[in-house]
């Protein structure tokens, strides 16, 4: 289960403040609709390897494409 936050932010000299815009409750991670992401390319592949040190593999979408990976339960 995963708890998908939008949420618009607003920095002030004391701290910064977040107002909840919408939260989704998401289920059933999609395993063929996240290969369907990366084959459209809302999912990228980032392989971070350096000179001298890896920082292994990590996958990047955007934030609006997250609840399309899990199905509607």
């Given at each position: ?5 939008e ?6 000299g004391?701290g910064e ?13 999609d ?5 369907s992401?990366i ?5 990228l ?29």
């Amino acid at each position: 289960m995963l708890f998908y936050v939008e949420a618009e932010a607003k920095r002030t000299g004391d701290g910064e403040y977040f107002n909840l815009v919408r939260v989704q409750v998401l289920q059933g991670f999609d395993l063929d609709k996240f290969v369907s992401a990366i084959e459209s390319g809302a999912v990228l592949i980032d392989f971070d390897a350096r000179s001298h040190h890896n920082h292994g593999t990590k996958f990047r979408l955007r934030q609006d494409s997250v609840p399309r990976l899990y199905c509607l339960c």
